[in-house]
């Protein structure tokens, strides 16, 4: 069987930046549409403040499973 | 493996460089990058319990340190209370209300403030354990094993289970997760497997990992950035140059770490804000 194309060196860095993009932009849309939201109600920054720190949470788990994934499935 | 900078680099080299002064640009070595192997601590002492062998290494005795510095700090800040505080009970009070207003009271509501010893606990544990990854001498944040991070969820799991099934019975826990009322039929069929799902694992495994995951990328950063600031360190001006590029990286990136420790402090404990939330009454 013939090689068409092969990678060779640190998979793991390309797979966490596959793993990366999709959280990239989710945090920056969570972060986006918080702040445009702070500064239509800035009277509501307390509870603005903790739902956007949730959805960061919640996005950024899934990047940084990428990142560890290599560590756990690596050779 | 005791880690710090020098050794790393020389470790790293040994067999390499001829005369043990570590590996640097030019001297014909390649760069000595850090991995997961600078996680791992050879145990000081290890004691066996009944069979099971309990290694007590370095992040285990940094654990037991910064436990004893917490509790010694709330003991001296509320021994005596007083009306007017003085400085320790002063900064006490205020990482105290910072837990209850901004978190307790912002995500559970009045009944929260029961669960303020608790979050505060967890908060400062989660924090002081993170800032040993930047505290001269120490620099192993000890939340970077994930066993650490896991015990926490664990109980933060045990805990909200518990909540739930004693606020809501076994059945309606599940069921005010699973079948959130106002949705069309055959949306249950993908949702309540996946909020079951959301509930049993992903919940504490996220946290968990997070967490450690957090604290695991950005030690490994500034490893890398300092092992790299000794192996550019050579008499040409691409090495100086590059040395203290890579320098003030560390140093800004240990800046950005403390930020760090501290968000991933506030998000854990917030997480289990939210799940006991979540448990005390169903969320419609």
Same mark, same amino acid.
């Given at each position: 069987?013939?090689?068409? #194309?092969?990678?060779?060196?640190?998979?793991?860095?390309?797979?966490?930046?596959? #793993?990366?993009?999709?959280?990239?932009?989710?945090?920056?849309?969570?972060?986006?549409?918080?702040?445009?939201?702070?500064?239509?109600?800035?009277?509501?920054?307390?509870?603005?403040?903790?739902?956007?720190i949730?959805?960061? #949470?919640?996005?950024? #788990?899934l990047?940084?499973?990428?990142?560890?994934?290599?560590?756990?499935?690596?050779? | 493996?005791?880690?710090?900078?020098?050794?790393?680099a020389?470790?790293?080299?040994?067999?390499?460089? !001829?005369?043990?002064?570590?590996?640097?640009?030019?001297?014909?070595? @390649?760069?000595?990058?850090?991995?997961?192997?600078?996680?791992?601590?050879?145990?000081?002492?290890?004691?066996? /319990? *009944?069979? /099971?062998?309990?290694?007590i290494?370095?992040?285990?005795?940094? %654990?037991?340190?910064?436990?004893? +510095?917490?509790?010694?700090?709330?003991?001296?800040?509320?021994?005596?209370?007083k009306?007017?505080?003085?400085?320790?009970?002063?900064?006490?009070?205020?990482?105290?209300?910072?837990?209850?207003?901004?978190?307790?009271?912002e995500?559970?509501?009045?009944?929260?403030?029961?669960? /303020?010893?608790?979050?505060?606990s967890?908060?400062?544990?989660?924090?002081? %354990?993170?800032?040993?990854?930047? *505290? !001269?001498?120490?620099?192993?944040?000890?939340?970077?094993?994930?066993?650490?991070?896991?015990?926490?969820? *664990?109980?933060?799991?045990?805990?909200?289970?518990?909540?739930?099934?004693?606020?809501?019975?076994?059945? @309606?826990?599940?069921?005010?997760a %699973?079948?959130?009322?106002?949705? !069309?039929?055959?949306?249950?069929?993908?949702?309540?497997?996946?909020?079951?799902?959301?509930?049993?694992?992903?919940?504490?495994?996220?946290?968990?990992?997070?967490?450690f995951?957090? %604290?695991?990328?950005?030690?490994?950063?500034?490893?890398t950035?300092?092992?790299?600031?000794?192996?550019? *360190?050579?008499p040409?001006? +691409?090495g100086?140059?590059?040395?203290?590029?890579?320098?003030?990286?560390?140093?800004?990136?240990t800046?950005?770490?403390?930020?760090?420790?501290g968000?991933?402090?506030?998000?854990?404990?917030?997480?289990?804000?939210?799940? +006991?939330?979540?448990?005390?009454?169903?969320?419609?």
């Amino acid at each position: 069987m013939s090689l068409l #194309a092969e990678v060779t060196g640190s998979l793991g860095s390309i797979g966490y930046g596959l #793993a990366a993009i999709g959280p990239g932009i989710g945090i920056g849309i969570i972060f986006g549409q918080g702040v445009q939201a702070i500064a239509r109600q800035p009277e509501a920054y307390g509870v603005i403040r903790q739902n956007m720190i949730l959805g960061f #949470a919640l996005a950024e #788990a899934l990047a940084l499973i990428g990142f560890v994934a290599p560590f756990v499935y690596g050779k | 493996m005791v880690v710090d900078l020098a050794t790393s680099a020389v470790l790293a080299s040994e067999g390499v460089a !001829p005369d043990g002064g570590g590996c640097h640009l030019g001297s014909g070595c @390649g760069f000595p990058a850090p991995n997961g192997d600078i996680f791992f601590f050879d145990p000081y002492v290890t004691l066996t /319990v *009944l069979g /099971v062998d309990f290694h007590i290494n370095k992040a285990v005795v940094l %654990m037991a340190l910064g436990s004893v +510095i917490i509790v010694t700090f709330f003991l001296v800040a509320f021994r005596r209370p007083k009306i007017v505080p003085g400085k320790t009970q002063l900064v006490g009070e205020v990482g105290y209300l910072f837990v209850r207003d901004g978190i307790a009271r912002e995500v559970i509501g009045e009944e929260g403030d029961r669960f /303020v010893p608790f979050l505060t606990s967890m908060f400062f544990f989660v924090w002081v %354990m993170n800032f040993m990854g930047v *505290l !001269p001498f120490a620099q192993f944040p000890v939340m970077s094993r994930v066993m650490f991070p896991a015990g926490l969820a *664990l109980i933060v799991y045990v805990l909200y289970m518990y909540l739930g099934m004693k606020h809501q019975g076994v059945w @309606g826990f599940f069921r005010n997760a %699973m079948f959130p009322p106002g949705l !069309p039929v055959f949306v249950y069929v993908l949702l309540a497997p996946i909020e079951l799902l959301g509930v049993l694992i992903v919940r504490p495994f996220t946290q968990a990992i997070r967490l450690f995951a957090n %604290m695991f990328a950005g030690h490994l950063l500034l490893v890398t950035f300092s092992v790299g600031t000794w192996y550019l *360190l050579s008499p040409s001006v +691409i090495g100086i140059l590059g040395s203290a590029a890579s320098f003030t990286t560390v140093v800004a990136l240990t800046g950005f770490e403390m930020f760090i420790q501290g968000l991933q402090a506030f998000i854990f404990t917030l997480l289990t804000a939210v799940y +006991i939330s979540g448990s005390l009454h169903a969320e419609h």
